[in-house]
Structure formats: structure tokens, C-alpha cells
């Protein structure tokens, strides 16, 4: 039985990195006394698959796990003992029943919307958005490698201000095989430091 969960990773869980959020899910099913299955071999793993890292430092309401059990189950069941055992800081808001032959989640990503609320006062942020988007390139460097940023920014808009009096700012980036757009990149050439921001991701979004 292979389930789908559209789950949320926010306040305790923001500064825990990709390896401890497939640990927590892990043990969460552990806990949970549901049938995990397990890959075969010397190290057995659980058969568990997230769609795509969330850098660290980083909250989302749209994170997606597959897990395999081995054996089929009631949907509602599943949700209700899994619910129950979650850590702080996940959130389930959906689960699904998935074919087994469909491709893995990481292969089918196409691209992310984030919102990204500015910490501190930026008084020529529109400028700087207006850079950015007016740039034919925007070369960078990552891991030694030079990649453009440009064509990796699908949308950038900012939001009206909000309630809390924080400028935000929301952005859609693409993942492709050569390269992924990140927002902390973009801050970056934007000349705001990661510090000063709260990163928030609310869509992933799928090739068709």
C-alpha cells in the first residue's frame, strides 16, 4: 500500500534539515505501530520518499511524503494513527492512496512557490525587485559551478503589506535537471541576508 500526505513543517521543526525530517517521519511510524514496509538487503531502509529537500531554516504547508506499507489498510485509519503520533511542528493535511508503478515524487517536481517576509525595514525593496526582474542574467556561482538565475525565476511579485507590517514577497522558481532556483539565491543578489527573512514554501508543483 503505497499512501501519499500532504503535510505542513513549521515552528519546532523549522531548523531540523532534510535527513532528521525523513528520521522524524521514521519514527513517527514507528510509533505508530503501522506496518512500515522496508527495501530489501544488508541495511534494510524504510520505503519512505520525500518529495524535495526544504533547506533549513525554512517552514511549508505543502511538503509531500510517500511510504509504503506492507499491507493495505483503511485510509481514515491510517490518517488517524499517524495523527496521533506526530511530533510538534507536522501537520497533515491530506493523505492519498497512490499506485505503486507511479513515478517517484523527486523525478515529477517541476517548480515551488515561496513567500519570503522581510524581518527588517527595506526601503528601496521595490527597486531591488525591479532589478531582478528587469535582468536579462544573473549569473552565480554554486558549488564551484556557474548556473543564470534568471530563467529559474518563473514569477516575482511583492504582496501587499500584511497585518504584522512586514513587507512580503512571493516568488515561484523552477526545478529543472541542471539546476533549482532557491530563494536564499535570490536574496542574495537581491543583497538581503537570509537572516533577516522568514522563508515559507506553500506550493510544490508537479510536472503533468
Known amino acids: 500500500m503505497r499512501i501519499r500526505l500532504t503535510f505542513s513543517k513549521i515552528d519546532a521543526l523549522r531548523y531540523t534539515g532534510h535527513l532528521d525530517l525523513f528520521r522524524s517521519w521514521e519514527r513517527t511510524f514507528r510509533r505508530s505501530g503501522l506496518p512500515l514496509a522496508y527495501s530489501q538487503g544488508f541495511h534494510p531502509q524504510p520505503r519512505l520518499n520525500l518529495a524535495c529537500a526544504l533547506p533549513l ?13 506492507e499491507c493495505n489498510l483503511p485510509l481514515q485509519l491510517v490518517y488517524q494513527t499517524i495523527a496521533g503520533v506526530l511530533p510538534p511542528g507536522l501537520e497533515i493535511h491530506g493523505m492519498d492512496i497512490i499506485d505503486d508503478q507511479a513515478p517517484a515524487l523527486q523525478t515529477q ?6 513567500v519570503i517576509t522581510f524581518l527588517d525595514d527595506i526601503s528601496d525593496l521595490d527597486e531591488r525587485v525591479q532589478r531582478i526582474t528587469s535582468s536579462e542574467h544573473l549569473p552565480r556561482l554554486r558549488r564551484n559551478k556557474s548556473y543564470d538565475l534568471r530563467p529559474l525565476i518563473e514569477q516575482i511579485s511583492l504582496i501587499p503589506l500584511s ?3 512586514n513587507r512580503k514577497l512571493r516568488i515561484h522558481l523552477s526545478a529543472r535537471e541542471s539546476a533549482t532556483g532557491r530563494p536564499e539565491e535570490l536574496l542574495d543578489e537581491m543583497g538581503i541576508k537570509f537572516e533577516t527573512t522568514r522563508i ?8 503533468s
Open 57 to 69: 531554516g525554512f517552514t511549508s504547508e505543502c511538503e509531500m511524503l510517500d511510504a509504503w506499507l
Open 109 to 114: 517536481v517541476a517548480s515551488a512557490v515561496y
Open 200 to 207: 515559507h514554501r506553500v506550493k510544490i508543483i508537479f510536472r
Open 163 to 165: 497585518i504584522d507590517g
